[in-house]
Every structure is written in structure tokens, then in C-alpha cells.
């Protein structure tokens, strides 16, 4: 038997098999649309979506005019602005909040120093810091026309402040994204793709390996290297059965991605087909070599999830790596998940253009070929 008929009788065997066990239907059909909907309703509290923010503008009266001004400040900043007279206690936690003493207005028109404060749970978390460059721009934009209004003779009044901040600037700022979207992706459109991908390497990693275990140590693999079947037909079968059960889940991934989440794939949706058959190969010849080097199934199944969870959390997988600190970013450059992850933000978030993840896609199968390799040479029988 040629190597190519002996590599496609064991794949089909093999991925029959592997698609009849209870443990790979549970992790391939059902477990991924849990972690799509669990994961996906939390990350999208991240950004919002549209709604804008709630924040609480204290300013106990007299307040004045310039309070009123600063609210319409902070409501063009994208606030959801709501005036309160009196200061909250102490011990009530703040979600956002500007607070301004008492005879706000007049402590300015006075050239008095006036304190203004602004409290905020999460201080840490990226919007956490979004918000408080929004509100320093609101505050710093008012006392900047108010400056100019008096140092041009004018006495600071509602409509002296509202012809200054009417005449034009001389400097602008014109801000534009290199791609589509401007920011990381969130919710059903991180989770999707993240959890395709480390369920990709998970099941392989465990399902796909543990099988070669308990094959070696029952003496299935004895029986097949006295069958009339070349070496290299039964590794590369081994990897076709590996490859065809990682399509499979990929393909019912997308699907319920699409009609159940409403995820967009973006314009070049055959690249992200072939990055995700590039995962999908890597994945493949990585269960090979774990089920070579695993002694037990404890062991297959241990190396396994240890290995699939840490290289999802390091490579994006469990959110947007575009938040983390840079040198979190550039470690997940030099993963497979972070060559597949950042491949699949390019094509469907930013939408870059199917050139911009050819570097991913090559890389993936330098490292499926290697990977390759390795499973060979290690293959066993017994």
C-alpha cells in the first residue's frame, strides 16, 4: 500500500473514531458555544457599546453659571451628565463623579484657585483612564476660554464664553484609524475567534493525543506497524485524522459565530478560513508530538490543558491583546496564538486587507511544518 492510500485509510478510521467518543463531542459541539455566550456577555461590558457613560456633576449651590457651562463641557465629551447640589457621603462609592465646591462661579471670577475632583471606580482599567482624559479635557477647555475671555478684555459672562468657544481654532487635530474600526474588538467578536482557537488547540492537544496513548498502550500500534503500511502513511494518517477533526470544529465554530452571534468575519473571509487551516495544522502535528512524549493519559490530558490554557491567556485568546502593556504584546508575537489571534483582529476588526496577515499565515506553516517534523521523528509503535 502507497504511503498516500495507508495516510488516508488511517485518518478516516482514526477521525471516525475520534467523532464516536462522548469526551471529543462534548468539548467540539457543545463546550465552545457556552464559552462563546459567557465570555462574549462579559467583555462586552468593556466598552458599553453605544450607551454613553453615567457621570455625577456635584456642584452645591450657589454653583452659578460655570457649572452649567462645564456640564455642557462634559456632556460633549460623551458623558451622560446628571447635577446633584449635595456632596455625597464619604463611605458611597463613586462609579463617576466630578465634584466642585460650593460658589464655583464666583470662586473663578474671582481668580481664586478652585478644586475640582473627579472619583471612579476601576481607576486601573483602560476606560477607567479614557474617562479621566475626557474630563480633563472638558475642565481644561472651560478654564482655557474663560482665560481668554478675560486677557482679551471682555468681563467673563454665559455669552462672552460662548463667542469664544464659537471662534475658530487656529490648530486642529485630525485623528484617522489606520484600518476600519479604531479600537480592539470586544465581546462576540474577540470571544468567538479567541475561543475557536483554544478550543482548536485544547481538543487536539487532549482528545488527540490521549487516543495515541491508549493505541500504544493496548498494542494498536504494534498490530498497525506489522500491517503492510509505511511509517510515513501512518504518521501522516495520524495527522489527517487530527487535521480533519480541528475543520470540523473550526467549521461548526464559524457557523454558530455567525447565526447565533452575529460575528462579522470581515471582507476577506477566505484568508481567515486559510489562517484558521494553518492553526488548524500546527494544532494537528502539536497532538502528535504530545502523544509521543506522554506516558499516560494523565500525563496527555495535564500537558494538554496546561499548554492550551497558558498559550490562549499569552496569545489573546481570552481577550483583546491591543489592552495589555506592550511587552505583554509583543510576547504574544512570538506564539502560535498570537500569530493566529493577531492575523484574525487584522482581517476581521481592522480589516487591513488579506496581505497584512500573509506574515501569520506563512509563520504558521514554517511552524506546522516543523512542528511536523518533529512528530515524525518521534513517532513510536510501542
Not at 53 to 78: F, I, M, S
Not at 278 to 284: D, I, K
Not at 325 to 341: D, E, F, H, K, S
Amino acid at each position: 500500500m502507497t504511503a498516500l492510500r495507508a495516510a488516508w485509510f488511517v485518518a478516516r478510521k482514526d477521525l471516525w473514531y475520534m467523532l464516536r467518543q462522548k469526551e471529543t463531542l462534548l468539548w467540539t459541539f457543545a463546550m465552545p458555544p457556552v464559552f462563546f455566550f459567557f465570555i462574549g456577555t462579559i467583555t462586552g461590558g468593556f466598552a458599553g457599546g453605544d450607551e454613553k457613560p453615567a457621570l455625577d456633576l456635584v456642584a452645591p449651590e450657589p454653583a452659578g453659571w460655570l457649572a452649567d457651562a462645564l456640564a455642557g463641557r462634559l456632556a460633549d465629551e460623551g458623558f451622560d451628565v446628571r447635577r446633584s447640589g449635595a456632596p455625597p457621603p464619604d463611605s458611597v462609592a463613586a462609579s463617576r463623579r466630578v465634584v466642585v465646591p460650593a460658589g464655583f462661579t464666583d470662586s473663578l471670577a474671582a481668580g481664586s484657585r478652585v478644586p475640582a475632583r473627579f472619583e471612579r471606580d476601576g481607576e486601573l482599567d483602560p476606560s477607567g483612564q479614557w474617562d479621566r482624559i475626557r474630563v480633563a479635557r472638558a475642565v481644561y477647555g472651560l478654564l482655557a476660554d474663560a482665560a481668554l475671555v478675560e486677557s482679551g478684555g471682555d468681563s467673563l459672562s454665559a455669552a462672552a464664553l460662548a463667542r469664544e468657544r464659537a471662534r475658530p481654532r487656529m490648530f486642529t487635530l485630525d485623528v484617522r484609524a489606520a484600518g476600519r474600526l479604531a479600537e480592539p474588538p470586544i465581546g462576540f467578536q474577540q470571544a468567538v475567534p479567541g475561543t475557536m482557537v483554544m478550543f482548536t488547540l485544547l481538543v487536539l492537544l487532549t482528545s488527540g493525543a490521549v487516543m495515541l496513548v491508549i493505541e500504544r498502550r493496548d498494542g494498536l500500534l504494534r498490530r498497525v506497524a506489522s500491517a503492510p503500511l509505511p511509517r510515513a502513511g501512518v504518521v501522516a494518517g495520524k495527522w489527517g485524522s487530527r487535521m480533519g477533526l480541528a475543520v470540523v470544529q473550526i467549521a461548526f465554530a464559524m457557523a454558530v459565530g455567525t447565526a447565533l452571534f452575529a460575528v462579522e468575519w470581515g471582507p476577506d473571509v477566505w484568508m481567515v478560513g486559510l489562517v484558521m487551516l494553518g492553526w488548524a495544522s500546527l494544532c494537528a502535528g502539536l497532538a502528535i508530538v504530545a502523544g509521543n512524549l506522554a506516558r499516560t493519559e494523565g500525563q496527555a490530558i495535564g500537558l494538554g490543558v496546561f499548554a492550551a490554557n497558558l498559550l490562549a491567556a499569552l496569545g489573546g485568546c481570552w481577550w483583546p491583546i491591543e489592552v495589555t502593556p506592550g511587552w505583554a504584546q509583543r510576547l504574544a508575537l512570538g506564539l502560535p496564538t498570537g500569530w493566529t489571534m493577531d492575523a484574525l483582529h487584522r482581517l476581521m476588526s481592522f480589516q487591513a486587507g488579506a496581505s497584512a496577515a500573509f506574515p501569520h499565515l506563512v509563520a504558521l506553516a514554517v511552524g506546522a511544518l516543523a512542528v511536523g517534523w518533529i512528530a515524525t521523528r518521534t513517532f513510536r509503535y510501542a
